[in-house]
C-alpha cells in the first residue's frame, strides 16, 4: 500500500455493509485512504477534523463484492459478511484495509496472519461466530397456547441469521419466533423459510401453552439436581456461562 | 409417583457418569423429523460445578439388582427407587428439545432382572424416540455389561454414541469393588461395537467411551493412561472420561477421602489431551519410576523441563509435532506458526501479534535463532521455578474458596483442558 496516500481525514457511512463497501470503491478509485472510517452515528468530532460522509451506492458496493468472489476468494467474503455483523466499531476500517490488502494478495490473504487488518478481521469474524455458536446452545423456547415457540434474547453482535439458519433446519416442523431485543428485529418461520423483520412492527403480546411452566419448572428441577456439590465451583461456572446471559436462561434464577 | 419426582431422583442418580459430549455425530434432520446432530457438540447451559449441559442425563431407573460398593444405586442402600416408563422419557425429552434446553438425551439404568432385558427397555423408549417422534436429535446410549450381540445391535441402530464404563482400573480393583460384573461382560461389548462401527455407518456414528473413576482404588495415573492409551488405541474409544472419586457410601474397601482429587483427574485430561493431540505417547510422560504426575506442573511442562536436550525449538522450522511440544504453544497457535511462517519470517512480534501466549514458550523457542534473552536463562532450574510460580499464582488466583489449596484445579486449566491449549 506504500504508493496509495493517507489522508488526514475520516470517512464516514451509514452504517450498512453496502455502505463499507461504498467507501472501499471510493478509496480505489480516488487511490487514497482516509485515517479512519466510522459509522456516522458513532461519530464525535473535535475542532480540527474535517469529516467526510461517503454516500452509499449499490452499484459500487455490488461491484466490490463481485470483485471479492472472483478475485479473492469465497472465504475472505465469508469474513466481509461475518465481521461486518460485529458490534465493534473499529470494524469498518479494518474491513477497507483488508479488502484493499486481499485484492492486492488475493486467495492468500487469510494466511497472511501477521499483517494487523488480517488479524483483526479474523478476530472479530471468530469473535461473531463464537458469540452466534453460544447463543445457539442459550437460546430458550417458550411454547405459546397455538403451540407456536417464541425465544428472546439480548446480544453483542448481530447473530440473528445464524440463530435463524440453525433453528431453520433443527425445528423445520415448527412454527418459531426469534427476537433479537437489541435490535428491536425479529426472525420469523413459517415451516417453510424465515424472514425478518422490525419487531416494533408486531404485536408481541405472549400467552404461554398451559404446558409451558411444568415443563420449564421440570428443566428447573433438573438444572439443581444435575450439580455434584463436592465439586461446586461457581467461578467456573460464571467464566463458562458469564452472568450476562443469565437474564434469559430460566434455569438460572432458582 | 409423579414425573417431576422421578426425574429427581433418575437425574440426580445420573449425575456421577460424567460424559457430557453431544458431539461426533452428522446425523441430520429428515423430510417431516424434528432435530439434527451439531458435529462440534453444543453447550445448553452449565451446572454450579461448572460442568456443560448439553444432554438430558438420566437413569431408566435406579433400581439394580448389582452390588457395586461405590455406587449410590447398590443393591443394599437404602434409597428412593423409581423407574421411568418409555413414553415419559420420550415425552420429556421431546419438549426439552423443542425448547433448546438440550442437544438430546444420555440414557443410563440400573440393571432390572438381567442385561438384555433392561436393554430391552432403553430400545423401547429411544424407539419411541426416532420413529413416532422423527427425533433426529443425538443420543448417547449406555451399554450394559454383559448385554448380547442382538441386543447391542438393535440399540446400536438406533443412537449415536454408546459406552460402557470401566470404572475400576484394573481387574483386582474390579474384583473388589463390583464383583458382579466380570471383566469380559465389560470388554467383549466393547469389542463387538468397535468392530460393528468398521463395518455400519450408521451404527454408532459417534463412537464409543468409556470411564475411570479416580481415587477410588491405588493404581497410579501411569496405570491408568496406560489403560486410557490402550483404550484408544485398541478400541478405538472416541474419548475416555476421569471421573474423580465422589465418595457416597461407606464401605471397608473404599478410601474416606475428605474431597473428591480434582487436581488429579486433571492432570488426567491434560496428558489425555497430549496423547490425543500431541503426538505424545505414555511413556514419554511417565514409567515405573515415576509412576504419577507432578501436582505442581502440568504434565507438558513437566515433560519439557525434563528434556531440555530438545529444546530450544526455532520457530521458523521446526515441524508441527516439534512447535506441538513447546508448553505454551498448543494446537491453534502451531497452525497459526505453520501458516504465517509461509509468507515471511517470523520474530517475538510476529508472534505477539498473532496472539501466540509466550509467557512460557519464550523460553523453549528461538526466532532466527535469537533467544528472547541471554543463554544463561536457558536454564532448566530457573525455568523451572518460573513456571512453578505462574502455575501457583494461577492457582491462587483462580480457586473458589476462601481456603486455598495448592492442589486445587483452576478455572483457566479447565478451560484450557476443554480447548486442548496448553
Redesign the interface.
Known sequence: MHHWTVIDCTYLYDGSLEGILSVVYTCLKDKQIPNMVIEEENYVGNLFEQPKMISTNLDHSSYILEQIQEKVSDLALYYVYTSFLSSDKKKANALLHYIIYAFKYGF?IN????I?CV?EVQRIAKNVKYEA??F????????LENKF?Y?EYESDNDILTFLADH?S??????IWMIHDKTRFQIALYNRDEYIIVDSKTIDLTIIESD?EDY?????K???K?????????????R???PKKYWKY?P?TKG | ME??EK??IL??SA??DVSCSSSGSDRK?TD?????A?LCG?????????????L??ILMTNSCIYDCKYCINRASNNIQRACFTPQEIAD?TI??Y????IEGLFLSSGIIKNPDYTMEMLCEAISILRNKYHFN?YIHAKTIPGASQDMINKLGLLVDRMSINIELPSNQSLKLLAPNKEKDAILEPMKYIKNTVKQDRKFVRAGQTTQLIIGATPESDFKILSLAEGMYGKMNMKRVYYS?Y?PLNHDDHLPALK??P?LRENRLYQADWLLRFYGFKVEDLLDDSHQNFNELLDPKADWALHNMDYFPVEINKADYYTLLRVPGIGVLSAK?IM??R???K?TFE?LK???VVLKRAKYFITCDGKYFASTSFFNSNLISSALIHDERKLLID???TVQLSLFEPT?KD??ECITGQL
Open positions: 492468500k494466511q497472511m496472519k501477521s494487523d488479524i455458536h453460544r445457539s446452545g442459550f437460546i430458550r423456547f417458550k411454547e415457540l425465544a433453528f433446519d433443527r425445528l423445520q416442523q415448527e404446558q415443563y420449564l419448572q421440570l428443566w428441577d433438573y438444572f439436581n444435575i450439580t455434584i456439590k463436592e465439586r461446586e465451583n461457581r467461578r467456573c461456572q467464566s463458562f456461562m436462561l434455569e | 414425573v417431576a426425574l429427581k437425574a440426580d449425575k456421577y434432520n417431516k423429523g424434528i432435530g439434527n451439531s453444543i453447550c445448553h447451559s452449565f451446572s454450579a460445578d461448572g460442568r456443560c449441559i448439553s438430558l442425563k420429556i419438549n426439552f423443542r425448547r433448546n434446553y436429535g474423580a465422589v474431597k473428591p480434582l497459526k501458516a504465517a509461509k509468507h515471511h517470523l510476529s501479534k498473532m496472539r483462580s480457586t473458589d478455572t479447565r478451560v
